[in-house]
């Protein structure tokens, strides 16, 4: 697949099997977040490469179930949303450190 954007229904080919998917996120273009459905554990999400992607028109079973995990996820935040963010001076109206405090005058 050349271009993948968040909402597509995919198959991920992983492991020998192909599983139905939606794409949640694509953080990298190494990299896509895809929504899966895992018998065992239910609807949770896999990272894997665009590689391993191909593209599906019919609608799955398991699809409602995937929306609703995307649904209550929070939307991806990347790296120019924490630019700002990333020097750790500490909480705002507490420069520094407390002072020292003798005792005993």
């Known amino acids: 697949m050349e271009s993948i954007g968040a909402g ?3 198959k991920v080919a992983d492991d020998g099997s192909e599983v139905d998917g939606i ?6 273009s190494s990299k896509v977040i895809v929504a899966v459905m ?15 992607l191909s ?3 019919e609608e799955s079973p398991d699809d409602r179930a995937l ?4 649904r209550r996820t929070p939307p991806p935040v990347h790296g120019a949303a924490r630019a700002g963010s990333t020097g750790g ?10 002072a020292h405090r003798p005792t005993g005058r």
């Open 89 to 98: 001076h500490g909480r705002r109206g507490h420069p520094h450190g407390a």
């Open 23 to 28: 794409v949640f996120d694509t953080p990298s």
């Open 55 to 57: 593209a599906r028109t």
């Open 8 to 10: 597509e229904l995919v």
């Open 38 to 52: 895992d018998r065992s554990r239910g609807p949770g999400f896999r990272t894997v490469h665009p590689s391993a």
């Open 67 to 70: 929306r609703l995990l995307m």
